[in-house]
């Protein structure tokens, strides 16, 4: 390749505000079209937007988890332009005094740590939704007025696959702060692919074509591939590269242009006279600093380091924020995360369903600490515990009481496992004898035999044991 690929992402994120940036109208999802609606997000003449203060508080917090630095004064300016969707003819934004700027994510690509770039932080409200049916066009203005942040970044990555990654990190870091819910499918989350290419050595940044609204990570990379392609080609024949807007169609896999790219003079940004600037003192600053939750990557690394769980676990249970702090609960109520970890990996999350921040968990954290419990006693086997698993699941009983109630016991008792032994030694001679003539990998042919005639109770260490005592076999 003789060309190197240059990408910045714009991300806008809803904030989790109960109600919109300007008005006390609910925020929502999927309320019936025009419900959630008054005269300030409407853009009736005379009303006066009134800035939401939790708003202000998830944006900061939002900065913050990126490093920025916060401005102590900045302001609320128009962007105009026309649009259905859009009922004011203006968006209220930030402009040229955005609250916050300069800060960076840490990425992990083949192993290696990347800082990219942010360029700054800042808040704004969203749109309304078109719809286009046939002929007809309609205009759901629920969304009219939900707070965002923009997320500008740095036109410092360099290729897609280091853009989705950065997406994904961006992602997990919102969720986890529990500023945004993280749904691309929904629209809560949504990203705009700035791309150019340059000839490999050169310093200067080439034209670049913005992609619109990518809406799953899945088209991230493909987009963007497909942009970098289709720029070189442009090149190599000889010709230029023309600044413009994007679309993608996923069912053809290419973009299409959609309009020449608007410069900032088109918008006739002027700063917002119903609001006045934003002054965000010190202590409020300071106040969301000392309650930010943990970043994934901080997690991630305690669950490695000082929980001692191996990489891969610790990724996996940092997916979700909810499985976290599931899996957290039951390591400390049963004292040993590593056992913990294995069996939430291996049978709880198998049952787990997320939507957005939310993770429907069909049994609680103590539920599983006491079953752990109860093999870690000895009262039951590991794989008498997963069918007991299966019975707790979506019910609040105790592990005790179900297996009180199905009359469940690991046999622990030597002699009468030896009796089975025995018994199964006699009925198989042949595999006896090839065992007792070092054909060793038999001896997991009689563990089976006495598992299926115990119905898995038996302790499996005593079956060892009384096996080679039996057969003769060393220790
Ligand atoms: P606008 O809001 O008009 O899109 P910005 O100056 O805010 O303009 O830039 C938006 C994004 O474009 C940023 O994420 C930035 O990193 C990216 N960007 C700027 N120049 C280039 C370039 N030549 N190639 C790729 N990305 C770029
Ligand atoms: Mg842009
Ligand atoms: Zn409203």
Same mark, same amino acid.
């Given at each position: 390749?003789? @060309? ?7 991300? =806008? ?37 009134? #800035? ?11 900065? #913050? ?17 026309? @649009? ?37 932080? =800042? ?13 007809? +066009? ?37 969720? %986890? ?26 310093? &200067? ?41 994007? !679309?993608?169609?996923?069912? *053809?896999?290419?973009? /299409?242009?959609?309009? $020449? ?8 940004? /002027? ?31 305690? /669950?490695?380091? *000082?929980?001692?769980? +191996?990489? @891969? ?5 940092? !997916? ?49 600490? $006491? ?14 515990? &997963?069918?007991?698993?299966?019975? #707790?699941?979506?019910?609040?009983? $105790? ?5 009180? $109630? ?38 997991? /042919? %009689? ?21 080679? &005592?039996? #057969?003769?076999?060393?220790?």
């Amino acid at each position: 390749m003789r @060309y190197e690929a240059v990408i910045g992402l714009e991300v =806008h994120a809803q904030l989790l505000t109960r109600t919109k940036a300007f008005c006390a109208c609910p925020t929502t999802y999927g309320a019936p079209p025009n419900t959630q609606v008054c005269p300030v997000c409407l853009g009736l003449p005379g009303a006066l937007p009134v #800035l939401n203060g939790e708003a202000v508080r998830l944006a900061v917090r939002t900065a #913050l988890a990126l490093s920025c630095t916060i401005r102590r004064h900045s302001r609320f300016a128009r962007k105009n332009y026309f @649009y259905p969707d859009l009922p004011k003819g203006y968006q209220i934004s930030q402009y040229d005094e955005p609250f916050s700027d300069g800060g960076h994510l840490e990425i992990e690509v083949d192993g290696k740590t990347r800082k990219i770039g942010i360029t700054r932080v =800042h808040m704004e409200e969203d749109a309304g939704k078109s719809q286009h049916l046939g002929r007809t +066009s309609v205009v759901d203005l629920n969304r009219s007025g939900v707070p965002l942040v923009e997320i500008v970044g740095e036109p410092d990555l360099r290729g897609a696959a280091e853009a989705a990654e950065y997406l994904r990190t961006l992602r997990d870091v919102l969720v %986890f702060v529990g500023v945004n819910d993280g749904n691309l499918e929904e629209g809560s989350f949504r990203c705009d692919a700035n791309v150019s290419v340059r000839p490999v050595g050169e310093a &200067k940044l080439g034209t670049r074509v913005e992609l619109k609204n990518i809406n799953s990570f899945r088209f991230v990379e493909k987009a963007i591939d497909h942009e970098i392609v289709r720029q070189a080609g442009v090149l190599d024949a000889g010709g230029r590269v023309v600044q413009e807007t994007r !679309g993608w169609n996923e069912d *053809e896999g290419k973009s /299409f242009s959609m309009r $020449s790219k608007e410069e900032a003079q088109d918008y006739r940004y /002027f700063p917002d006279p119903d609001l006045p600037p934003l002054v965000l003192d010190e202590s409020f600053v300071h106040e969301v600093r000392a309650r930010m939750p943990e970043l994934p990557r901080a997690k991630r690394q305690r /669950f490695a380091g *000082e929980m001692g769980l +191996s990489a @891969y676990a610790a990724q996996v249970l940092t !997916g979700h924020p909810r499985v976290a702090a599931f899996f957290e609960e039951a390591a400390a109520l049963h004292g040993n995360p590593t056992r913990v970890a294995n069996f939430v990996q291996s049978e709880v999350l198998r049952d787990v369903h997320t939507r957005g921040l939310v993770a429907e968990i069909p049994v609680s954290a103590a539920q599983v600490a $006491s079953l752990l419990k109860l093999v870690d006693r000895g009262t039951i086997s590991g794989k008498q515990a &997963k069918e007991v698993y299966g019975k #707790l699941v979506g019910t609040d009983r $105790s592990p005790e009481d179900v297996v009180a $109630s199905v009359g469940m016991q690991q046999v622990t008792d030597a002699g009468a496992i030896e009796a089975i032994c025995a018994r199964l030694i006699e009925s198989s001679p042949k595999q006896a004898a090839d065992l007792r003539a070092g054909k060793t990998n038999l001896l997991g /042919f %009689f563990v089976g035999q006495v598992m299926k005639e115990t119905k898995g109770s038996a302790n499996p260490q005593l079956v060892n044991e009384a096996l080679k &005592k039996l #057969l003769g076999l060393p220790g």
